[in-house]
């Protein structure tokens, strides 16, 4: 799958995936094509979110949160994760733009714009067109902190 295929698709969502509609839609559409076209789509997901996977954006607090004595409250792994599912749902623009300022990236943070709902969308499409579960592992890991380029601090 090109990468323009890929944005058309997430295109689809309107700019968040905080619902589960709105990615069994998505997931809907995809399973339509071809089952390479859906494990396309699984790579290029993994990819970009795995180009997310960076330090100046894991770092960045919940902005709708505190912690005690009003310190910021710091992103989890899972927070992490499903802010840069978030990030990829607002589309490609938003996708490319937070790589040259952090600072658009922070909004993303906030407990509205949890984007869980689009890592569901190749499994989902692949058992829609199959009727199989999904068994398939990507080139790239996209959980948060596995881009040891992205966290230098983390290299062994």
Known sequence: MTWADFWALIATL????????????????LSRRPVPD??????????ALYRLDQEKFG?????????RLGSPFPQSSD?????RCAVVAAGQAVWESVFFDADKFAPYTSSDCDGEWL???????YELATGEEWDHSTRYCF???????GWP???D
């Open 79 to 83: 927070v992490f994760l499903y802010t």
């Open 153 to 155: 601090g983390l290299r």
């Open 38 to 47: 859906i494990i396309g789509f699984a790579e290029r997901l993994a990819e």
């Open 59 to 67: 770092t960045l607090p919940v902005v709708d949160l505190t912690a």
């Open 14 to 29: 309107n700019g968040e995936a905080t619902e589960e509609s709105c990615c069994h839609r998505l997931a809907e559409e």
């Open 143 to 149: 959980e948060s902190y596995s881009n040891r380029d």
């Open 119 to 125: 890592l569901y969308v190749p499994d989902k499409a």
